[in-house]
């Protein structure tokens, strides 16, 4: 279950890339002022990450990971549709604390189980950290041809690689 989790979780945090114009057009935005959107997610991610260790070592792990994956889902939800710039990067930012918690918490769990045996858990782990990028890609390219009813002949060059 905690692996489908990050594959989901990363599948979100990639997802940014490959929408980044379409956000700028929502909020009226150039490229140059809409790429501070990555800055914001992967700073607040540091944060969370060091938050993730404080809260699994204080409080109940379970209770941790589905209170972030359900800001996650929220958060998710409502930044396409802000039409605030300083709205959208608070929520990125929001959006990134929130998955940098998980990170660690997802890891923490997994060590807590498992113990000395944790090795090829964390491996598998971190194995859908990678698999959930390319699964973003995929599915970004997919609901975009049937958006704007237009076929990239470049979308299934993930493939190759």
């Known amino acids: 279950m905690l692996l489908w989790l990050v594959l989901d979780i990363r599948k979100a945090a990639a997802m940014i890339g490959p929408t980044l114009l379409e956000l700028g057009c929502v909020t009226n935005r150039p490229l140059n002022i809409m790429s501070w959107v990555f800055f914001s997610q992967a700073l607040s991610a540091l944060f969370g990450s060091s938050l993730g260790g404080f809260l699994a070592d204080r409080y109940d792990c379970n209770i941790t990971l589905l209170y972030c994956v359900t800001s996650v889902a929220i958060y998710l939800a409502i930044i396409p549709v802000c039409h605030v710039f300083g709205v ?27 113990g000395k045996k944790v090795a090829p858990r964390l491996q598998s782990l971190h194995f859908f950290y990678g698999l959930g990028a390319l699964v973003s890609l995929s599915s970004r390219n997919l609901s975009s041809e049937r958006v704007h009813r237009r076929a990239f002949p470049e979308q299934h060059l993930w493939l190759v690689a």
């Open 88 to 114: 959208m990067l608070a929520f990125f930012a929001l959006l990134g604390v929130h998955m940098g918690v998980i990170d660690t918490v997802a890891n923490s769990v997994l060590i807590k189980i498992h």
